[in-house]
């Protein structure tokens, strides 16, 4: 079993910046890759970024391209999302989860954690 705790989330103004972290624990070894998604109230989970574990291959939304940033530190089991510029649009819950691929795809994504809300005010 894998669990994701995510932190950093919080109100910030349009333009901001913020970094999310996601700290896995129990049986990381199974993890493959690891997902931001976010949900907004009233709309679908979506995807952000993902970037596998062990090689550092990524992933983006063409919303978030050019703004967000994924990373990990394997040392520290902990994926990371930093996002600058952000905009009111940007406000979401945002999840992590982890998947045995690199995929957008949240049907492929085993393992979530509770979430992190993240508000840009105008």
């Known amino acids: 079993q894998v669990q994701l705790v995510e932190s950093g989330g919080g109100l910030v103004q349009a333009g901001g910046s913020l970094r999310l972290s996601c700290a896995a624990s129990?049986?990381?070894?199974?993890?493959?890759?690891m997902g931001w998604f976010r949900q907004a109230p009233g709309k679908k989970r979506e995807f952000v970024a993902a970037?596998?574990?062990?090689?550092?291959?990524?992933n983006y939304a063409n919303s978030v391209k050019g703004r967000f940033t994924i990373s990990r530190d394997n040392a520290k089991n902990t994926v990371y999302l930093q996002m600058n510029s952000l905009k009111p649009e940007d406000t979401a819950v945002f999840y992590c989860a982890a998947a045995s691929v690199l995929s957008p795809l949240a049907d492929l994504y085993h393992t979530w954690g509770q979430g992190t809300q993240v508000t840009v005010s105008s």
């Open positions: 129990g049986r990381t070894r199974s993890m493959y890759a």
């Open positions: 970037i596998t574990w062990s090689g550092g291959n990524t």
